[in-house]
């Protein structure tokens, strides 16, 4: 036996290994659970032969191409001038490995391609990015460019992704793995509502809390794809890509250009431990002002308080409302600009109105400081309504195809990103409102899709214009939202500290949608809003108790007017906001676990290794008679003290099904051997629809 030339690179929990033969593309060993890579035979050495195969046998490679052997799908596809598509042979010119990052140069010697494949360790996870250079003698037309191109293994079983749309995003979609081919891809120039182009690949047997897990997300806010193919060898192969317009991407002589970053994380913990690694990622990931997270504040937004009804008096009433209940930030929602009394026009003037606000933004922000609580602002800078000085004035400045009206969208155009002109005004416009008052926090917002597309230049764009004004107002918190949570991705996560999870805040909606960002993104980011009742967005009624306990799963705030409730009920609320402020040290920056029990029961556990918050929730009516107990497979090992800490239950602290044990569980912590947690249950009483018991673990090493 003669060993492989192995390269390999591990994140703890896992191992990605090549077999490189010096000259062509290095060949895949093994992404999955870690192992030890060294004195292994050759691929080609265990490889068994196959019938109607190519008689020169090619293992699958880091870069598959067409014409070489391989039939998997190509991971690059390039143009001449006149649009022939060329035949490209890449010759391996180096692998570099180092303990946190594995690099591979690839060169086409005839066109003066260059490649590089950059795989590094991220948090527990990997970051995968590709890029291109052209050191040929003419220019090339990139038709097709994929960021990573991933094995995985014959014994996984089903892949969870989600859709979604505005106010019913996150949507999980369970289905088996592809006998041909599988595809999830988004075309309206944003992330969309079903959330970041990504998915969870469970190998046989994996549920939340075992077995492996593969999870990926594309790092990209525009359009994007991601694809997996079986191959009639047994296994299937993971693409990610950005989705590139023909003739978008031209590489002319000695540029370059790199795809979107791809996370992966791999886990033997199953759905939750895959979580945690994107968790990890994505804290890496996100630049704070001061350069670490404060503790989140309680938000309230005026929104669907006042919707566009408002002016500095009605804000200055509500602020102080905001303030009485333990409000931290205040957030002054759309309508505060020239021309703004609905939203059909003003967007892309930005001056605060003369009526509303004769003497600017800064009385107001100044009152709400000295109530004690930070000033935000809404904007939505890319857009632009045709009834606005900015669209008399420049009218070329929004997407358009020349000849054709461009479609209208709640009564807005899309700026073009691509040009600086474009990208210098908005940023004087935003530099001159962040100068003019104390505005800590901007909710940026952006309400339609691309229509027409403006491409991938157009997310370069708009990524330019957040960094500008990040680097020129560094203190400045930015939330991400589109049309509720249209734009959550990993791409837009250098930029931004919070996204907006959906415009529906219905409690029994929340509840899966938020167990869907959790999938990729971590709590504290999270936007989870109490909103009235009825819902807005939905109509249904829901207790108060009810719709706070699911929003303090996130970063906690409130879309009502607190003086417009009812004394006992804006108390209630008040209790709400003392409680997200005694335990958001453990609903953020911690690990989360999901789970499910019996009888439609859903848990929550949010916090650290030796003490948690766990949320046992019911949604819908229970068809059994009585509550069984729910295991709880993180509890394994030592010893737990468990207290009830607040019950969303309508009607009561608890149902009047409830035994005494359970009213003393409310007033004193109880002791649980962790196996019985984990193997026979937590004890818990019966609980009609709509309602949540809030426990509190501590752990007795």
Same mark, same amino acid.
């Given at each position: 036996? !003669?060993?492989?030339? $192995?390269?390999?690179?591990?994140?703890?929990?896992?191992?990605?290994?090549?077999?490189?033969?010096?000259?062509?593309?290095?060949?895949?060993?093994?992404?999955?659970?870690?192992?030890?890579?060294?004195?292994?035979?050759?691929?080609?050495?265990?490889?068994?032969?196959?019938?109607?195969?190519?008689?020169?046998?090619?293992?699958?490679?880091?870069?598959?191409?067409?014409?070489?052997?391989?039939?998997? =799908?190509?991971?690059?596809?390039?143009?001449?001038?006149?649009?022939?598509?060329?035949?490209?042979?890449?010759?391996?010119?180096?692998?570099?490995?180092?303990?946190?990052?594995?690099?591979?140069?690839?060169?086409?010697?005839?066109?003066?391609?260059?490649?590089?494949?950059?795989?590094?360790?991220?948090?527990?996870?990997?970051?995968?990015?590709?890029?291109?250079?052209?050191? *040929?003698? @003419?220019?090339?037309?990139?038709?097709?460019?994929?960021?990573?191109?991933?094995?995985?293994?014959?014994?996984?079983? %089903?892949?969870?992704?989600?859709?979604?749309? #505005?106010?019913?995003?996150?949507?999980?979609?369970?289905?088996?793995?592809?006998?041909? /081919?599988?595809?999830?891809?988004?075309? =309206?120039?944003?992330?969309?509502?079903?959330?970041?182009? *990504?998915?969870?690949?469970?190998?046989?047997?994996?549920?939340? #809390?075992?077995?492996?897990?593969?999870? !990926?997300?594309?790092?990209? @806010?525009?359009?994007?794809?991601?694809?997996?193919? =079986?191959?009639?060898?047994?296994?299937?192969?993971?693409?990610?890509?950005?989705?590139?317009?023909?003739?978008?991407?031209?590489?002319?002589?000695?540029?370059?250009?790199?795809?979107?970053?791809?996370?992966?994380?791999?886990?033997?913990?199953?759905?939750?431990?895959?979580?945690?690694?994107?968790?990890?990622? @994505?804290?890496?990931?996100?630049? +704070?002002?001061? /350069?670490?997270?404060?503790?989140?504040?309680? #938000?309230?937004?005026?929104?669907?308080?006042?919707?566009?009804?408002?002016?500095?008096?009605?804000?200055?009433?509500?602020?102080?409302?905001?303030?009485?209940?333990?409000?931290?930030?205040?957030?002054?929602?759309?309508? +505060?600009?020239?021309?703004?009394?609905?939203?059909?026009? /003003?967007?892309?003037?930005?001056?605060?109105?003369?009526?509303?606000?004769?003497?600017?933004?800064?009385?107001?922000?100044?009152?709400?400081?000295?109530?004690?609580?930070?000033?935000? &602002?809404?904007?939505?800078?890319?857009?632009?309504?045709?009834?606005?000085?900015?669209?008399?004035?420049?009218?070329?400045?929004? &997407? !358009?195809?020349?000849?054709?009206?461009?479609?209208?969208?709640?009564?807005?155009?899309?700026?073009?990103?691509?040009?600086?002109?474009?990208?210098?005004?908005?940023?004087?416009?935003?530099?001159?409102?962040?100068?003019?008052?104390?505005?800590?926090?901007?909710? +940026?917002?952006?309400?339609?899709?691309?229509?027409?597309?403006?491409?991938?230049?157009?997310?370069?764009?708009?990524?330019?214009?957040?960094?500008?004004?990040?680097?020129?107002?560094?203190?400045?918190?930015?939330?991400?939202?589109?049309?509720? /949570? *249209?734009?959550?991705?990993?791409?837009?996560?250098?930029?931004?500290?919070?996204?907006?999870?959906?415009?529906?805040?219905?409690?029994?909606?929340?509840?899966?949608?938020? %167990?869907?960002?959790?999938?990729?993104?971590?709590?504290?980011?999270?936007?989870?809003?109490?909103?009235?009742?009825?819902?807005?967005?939905?109509?249904?009624?829901?207790?108060?108790?009810?719709?706070?306990?699911?929003?303090?799963?996130?970063?906690?705030?409130?879309?009502?007017?607190?003086?417009?409730?009812?004394?006992?009920?804006?108390?209630?609320?008040?209790?709400?906001?003392?409680?997200?402020?005694?335990?958001?040290?453990?609903?953020?920056?911690?690990?989360?676990?999901?789970?499910?029990?019996?009888?439609?029961?859903?848990?929550?556990?949010?916090?650290?290794?030796?003490?948690?918050? &766990?949320?046992? $929730?019911?949604?819908?009516? @229970?068809?059994?008679?009585?509550?069984?107990?729910?295991?709880?497979?993180?509890?394994?090992?030592?010893?737990?003290?468990?207290?009830?800490?607040?019950?969303?239950?309508?009607?009561?602290?608890? !149902?009047?099904?409830?035994?005494?044990?359970?009213?003393?569980?409310?007033? %004193?912590?109880?002791?649980?051997?962790?196996?019985?947690?984990?193997?026979?249950?937590?004890?818990?009483?019966?609980?009609?629809?709509?309602?949540?018991?809030?426990?509190?673990?501590?752990?007795?090493?």
């Amino acid at each position: 036996m !003669t060993p492989a030339d $192995i390269v390999a690179l591990h994140s703890g929990i896992a191992s990605l290994v090549l077999e490189t033969d010096r000259e062509r593309v290095p060949l895949w060993r093994h992404l999955g659970l870690s192992v030890e890579a060294h004195d292994i035979p050759s691929i080609y050495q265990t490889r068994g032969t196959a019938t109607f195969s190519m008689d020169a046998d090619r293992a699958p490679d880091v870069f598959p191409l067409p014409g070489d052997g391989s039939f998997l =799908r190509p991971a690059l596809l390039v143009c001449d001038k006149e649009g022939k598509m060329l035949d490209l042979t890449l010759d391996c010119t180096g692998v570099d490995s180092a303990d946190d990052r594995l690099t591979c140069d690839f060169s086409d010697r005839k066109h003066g391609l260059q490649v590089r494949v950059d795989y590094r360790t991220i948090s527990g996870g990997f970051r995968i990015e590709t890029s291109l250079q052209n050191r *040929g003698s @003419a220019p090339l037309s990139v038709q097709h460019f994929a960021s990573c191109s991933l094995p995985l293994p014959a014994h996984c079983e %089903r892949i969870i992704s989600w859709r979604g749309r #505005h106010n019913a995003e996150f949507v999980e979609c369970l289905e088996p793995m592809p006998q041909q /081919g599988w595809s999830r891809q988004n075309r =309206r120039g944003l992330t969309g509502h079903g959330g970041p182009c *990504g998915a969870y690949v469970l190998a046989k047997g994996a549920d939340y #809390h075992s077995g492996l897990v593969f999870a !990926t997300q594309l790092a990209w @806010a525009g359009d994007g794809r991601i694809t997996i193919e =079986r191959d009639d060898e047994g296994f299937c192969t993971l693409q990610a890509e950005a989705l590139f317009q023909p003739g978008e991407v031209i590489l002319e002589q000695g540029s370059s250009c790199s795809a979107p970053p791809v996370l992966l994380a791999i886990s033997d913990a199953g759905r939750n431990g895959a979580m945690a690694v994107m968790h990890a990622m @994505a804290r890496d990931i996100a630049r +704070w002002p001061g /350069g670490e997270m404060t503790p989140r504040p309680v #938000h309230l937004n005026s929104w669907e308080a006042v919707y566009f009804a408002h002016d500095e008096k009605r804000i200055g009433e509500l602020a102080k409302a905001a303030a009485s209940i333990g409000a931290e930030r205040f957030v002054l929602d759309d309508g +505060w600009f020239s021309g703004r009394g609905n939203d059909t026009a /003003g967007l892309g003037d930005w001056i605060p109105d003369p009526v509303k606000y004769p003497d600017g933004l800064a009385p107001i922000a100044a009152k709400v400081q000295r109530l004690g609580m930070q000033f935000g &602002l809404w904007v939505e800078p890319e857009m632009v309504n045709p009834d606005s000085d900015l669209y008399r004035a420049h009218p070329d400045w929004a &997407l !358009t195809i020349d000849g054709r009206n461009p479609p209208t969208a709640r009564n807005q155009l899309v700026l073009d990103m691509r040009r600086e002109d474009v990208r210098d005004y908005l940023l004087g416009r935003l530099d001159a409102i962040l100068r003019s008052a104390p505005i800590s926090y901007l909710k +940026w917002d952006h309400n339609r899709d691309h229509s027409p597309s403006g491409g991938a230049e157009q997310i370069r764009g708009s990524y330019a214009l957040f960094a500008a004004l990040r680097k020129a107002h560094p203190k400045v918190e930015i939330e991400s939202c589109a049309g509720g /949570g *249209g734009r959550i991705n990993a791409g837009i996560l250098e930029y931004v500290h919070r996204f907006w999870t959906s415009d529906n805040i219905d409690a029994l909606a929340r509840i899966p949608m938020q %167990r869907g960002f959790l999938a990729f993104m971590p709590p504290e980011m999270m936007g989870a809003h109490v909103g009235a009742s009825p819902s807005h967005a939905t109509g249904r009624v829901q207790s108060l108790d009810f719709r706070a306990a699911i929003a303090c799963q996130g970063h906690f705030g409130i879309e009502v007017d607190p003086a417009a409730m009812e004394p006992a009920e804006r108390e209630k609320l008040a209790g709400w906001v003392r409680f997200y402020k005694e335990w958001r040290h453990l609903i953020h920056g911690g690990k989360v676990l999901l789970g499910e029990a019996n009888d439609g029961l859903v848990w929550q556990a949010q916090g650290t290794q030796d003490e948690l918050l &766990l949320w046992v $929730i019911r949604a819908g009516h @229970a068809e059994d008679r009585r509550a069984q107990p729910v295991p709880l497979p993180f509890a394994n090992g030592g010893n737990w003290q468990v207290r009830i800490v607040r019950s969303a239950v309508s009607g009561g602290v608890l !149902t009047p099904r409830a035994t005494p044990f359970f009213h003393d569980l409310h007033n %004193r912590p109880h002791g649980f051997a962790g196996s019985w947690l984990a193997n026979s249950g937590l004890p818990v009483p019966a609980l009609p629809a709509e309602s949540a018991i809030i426990f509190h673990l501590k752990a007795q090493r």
